[in-house]
């Protein structure tokens, strides 16, 4: 699509492209782990491998990204222990200009030392190091993609991973050989997010929260969702980001209430609400940001009602951060204020009063209020959308980072998620009026924040979240692009 103008890049693009996190900071955090393991031994830290295309796109394994920073498929990381001396190996793959005419240019053996201060070694020989080190016993600990405990579905098996099966033989033949998966110690490392690290998340949210002020300005009636999407990718990649760190939800009038929708191809209609959850992967790190919008430019009656709810639920939670703080406290607040909403929309009979649910194939007695909202206040982010912090571990830090993003749906069939009982239909009956008044109406409001010693600061504050402001970013229209009105036409008509 020919994209509106004028398109202003962020000013600080060109500085933010330089930063990264630096060589001795990835050799502190190997050493950190090393220096964590129980005793001496092999640690085996596994890079993701080739895509089985070269035309597909590659995605570093986040926890050998964490320790090492670098970027070509099939690599290992090895770190032998021994009394407290650490030798460190990369194997990587050697360089083939011939192979590189597809996949472009590698670092090669001779590139390791001077960029990593790692010994460089071929890895195809990774096998026969590590069985050559493993000769007479001792300890392997492991980092990795590993399947972990049983099959999701009772009676089925859950696949192996490549990194299981190349465990697997090396179990097989070194039986002697303990192994530990220490992945966590990874994660809890991951949790304390350093000073370059959080510079690079609030680029993410910078450059996130420029492509949702850029898509206020289009967003009209008759619009697809997927031009709304493409726009704000498209903004991501010029203002210096990899891409989008998830699958974009770009979700208008019934689309709004369904929570991970990402078809992203139905065209918006005058009245509805668009729920927009889209974000940047910048440089390794993520963000994550939603905001709700009415297509014509205009929050209705009933579309007001609901946001405000969501609004100051997440004003409630956002009151409860500071150093100290547990996460469940922020839930807390935000659940009260969307209880105490929900019952004076008469959504709900009150804040308190539940209704009879089945879970996990037992009848209950389950929350009214979840009937409409039915996800967590928030998660960390980082190397991955959702992430780790300390929090996740008791409370929060200076330096955490994370997402506060209540929500609201009122889905057209709520009445039928409702299982029809004597005591439902009263209830059924009462909010029936309600349903329908405010049917299709899928509020989430997503902030990221980072805390602070003081507090907190909302990182991605450049979008527009008030109501007010939001009509009047969306009263600047440069209108969505010209269009052939034919292909148009023919798109409709082969959607089922």
Request: hydrophobic residues 40%; proline residues 6%.
């Amino acid at each position: 699509m020919n994209v509106p103008r004028p398109l202003v890049l962020l000013a600080c693009t060109a500085s933010l492209l330089g930063a990264q996190v630096p060589q001795s900071e990835y050799q502190a955090r190997r050493t950190a782990l090393a220096t964590s393991l129980p005793g001496d031994g092999v640690l085996l830290v596994l890079g993701a491998p080739e895509p089985r295309e070269n035309f597909q796109n590659f995605w570093q394994a986040q926890n050998f990204r964490y320790l090492t920073g670098f970027l070509e498929p099939n690599a290992a990381l090895v770190i032998v222990r021994r009394n407290g001396v650490d030798q460190g190996m990369l194997f990587v793959e050697p360089k083939d200009p011939a192979l590189e005419v597809w996949t472009g240019e590698r670092l090669g053996l001779a590139g390791v030392r001077p960029l990593m201060g790692l010994e460089g070694r071929n890895a195809g020989t990774l096998r026969a190091v590590l069985d050559s080190l493993l000769t007479g016993g001792g300890t392997l600990y492991t980092v990795g993609d590993f399947s972990t405990g049983g099959a999701d579905v009772p009676g089925a098996v859950k696949p192996r991973t490549a990194d299981d099966q190349f465990l697997d033989a090396l179990k097989a033949k070194h039986r002697d050989v303990k192994v530990a998966d220490v992945n966590v110690s990874v994660m809890r490392l991951r949790a304390k997010k350093s000073a370059g690290e959080l510079a690079l998340i609030r680029s993410a949210a910078k450059v996130s929260a420029a492509a949702h002020r850029e898509v206020l300005h289009a967003i009209a009636p008759g619009m697809a969702e997927f031009e709304v999407q493409a726009l704000a990718e498209y903004t991501f990649r010029r203002n210096g980001a990899d891409g989008p760190s998830y699958g974009s939800i770009v979700g208008s009038g019934p689309n709004s209430t369904t929570l991970h929708y990402n078809k992203d191809d139905r065209f918006m209609n005058d009245g509805e609400v668009l729920n927009m959850d889209m974000a940047a992967y910048y440089a390794g790190y993520s963000a994550d940001i939603t905001r709700t919008v009415p297509v014509n430019g205009k929050f209705s009656a009933e579309q007001r009602d609901v946001y405000a709810i969501v609004q100051a639920a997440q004003a409630a939670a956002e009151r409860q951060v500071r150093p100290g703080a547990a996460f469940r406290v922020l839930e807390d607040s935000a659940v009260t204020v969307l209880r105490n909403g929900l019952a004076k929309l008469g959504l709900i009979e009150a804040p308190d009063a539940t209704y009879d649910c089945v879970t996990a194939g037992r009848t209950a007695r389950c929350p009214q209020y979840r009937l409409y909202y039915m996800h967590g206040l928030g998660h960390p982010i980082g190397l991955d959308v959702h992430d780790v912090d300390v929090y996740s571990l008791g409370a929060m830090a200076e330096g955490s980072a994370f997402t506060i993003e209540p929500g609201l749906y009122v889905r057209s069939n709520t009445l039928d998620v409702i299982p029809d009982t004597p005591s439902n239909a009263a209830l059924k009956a009462k909010i029936s009026p309600a349903v329908k008044r405010y049917a299709n109406i899928g509020v989430r409001i997503e902030d990221d924040y980072i805390v602070t010693a003081g507090g907190y600061d909302r990182i991605t504050a450049d979008a527009p979240r008030d109501m007010d402001e939001i009509e009047r970013a969306m009263a600047k229209k440069r209108g969505p692009s010209p269009r052939n009105a034919k292909q148009v036409e023919a798109y409709k008509k082969s959607k089922p």
